[in-house]
């Protein structure tokens, strides 16, 4: 069993609607990562939090919006998205800075915007 | 600027044979250097990792890597290809400074 867990696995929502993903980790880690990923290409990191704290920003629009309630739940709340948005997204955790030991990454998200 | 370069899109392989993906990456700092693997509408694994010391590292489900900084590459090696290997395998370069940046990927098929 992976040790971050997404859940829904698959969502269909409509441009209007409000969604949440959520990622839940027992791996200890304090780093928690958003990536999206679209068909054939590699992950794009989209939000980091460090500690709890939103630490990376890549300029992602203001219609995905990340909450981080503890330091083993990441959240990414969802609202009037776009169809382009549909992607696989994935929630991944490491330890943060120097002590990095490489990503675990959950099974993601399928999300599909009509 | 720093990148990662897999020059290899696709690459079949026949069950049983050897296998190696290339990985060449530019960084400025010393590089953290991994190795994942995704199965169709998966997350991603990672299969092993490079900080320092031996240059040869072993990883999981029987894969290893070489760094070697002169060629400033990292590629993936497997003696013997089991079908259950078909998969896309990414590389990737960090510095634990959470930005990693990942190459575009290699999808592996297995021939039987």
């Known amino acids: 069993d992976t040790e971050v867990t997404q859940t829904p696995k698959h969502l269909v929502m409509g441009m209007t609607n409000k969604k949440s993903l959520k990622c839940e980790q027992h791996m200890g880690h304090r780093a928690m990562y958003w990536y999206k990923q679209k068909a054939k290409k590699p992950p794009e990191l989209m939000f980091v939090y460090s500690y709890e704290k939103l630490s990376i920003n890549e300029s992602v629009p203001s219609r995905f919006s990340p909450e981080c309630p503890n330091s083993s739940l990441l959240n990414l709340h969802l609202h009037a998205l776009q169809p382009e948005d549909s992607a696989l997204y994935l929630c991944?955790?490491?330890?943060?800075?120097?002590?990095?030991?490489?990503?675990?990454f959950g099974s993601g998200t399928r999300l599909t915007v009509v | 600027a720093q990148s990662v370069t897999q020059p290899d899109i696709h690459i079949t392989v026949s069950e049983g044979a050897s296998l190696e993906l290339r990985c060449n990456y530019s960084y400025g700092a010393t590089p953290y250097l991994f190795w994942y693997v995704q199965s169709p509408g998966q997350g991603l694994q990672l299969l092993l990792k490079y900080f320092s010391g031996d240059t040869l590292v072993q990883g999981i489900k029987g894969f290893e890597a070489e760094f070697k900084r002169s060629q400033s590459s990292f590629n993936l090696r497997k003696p013997s290809v089991h079908w259950s290997d078909a998969a896309e395998y990414f590389c990737a370069v960090g510095s634990g400074t959470y930005k990693y940046i990942f190459g575009t990927g290699t999808r592996l098929k297995v021939l039987a």
């Open positions: 991944a955790s490491s330890q943060p800075g120097p002590q990095d030991d490489g990503y675990t």
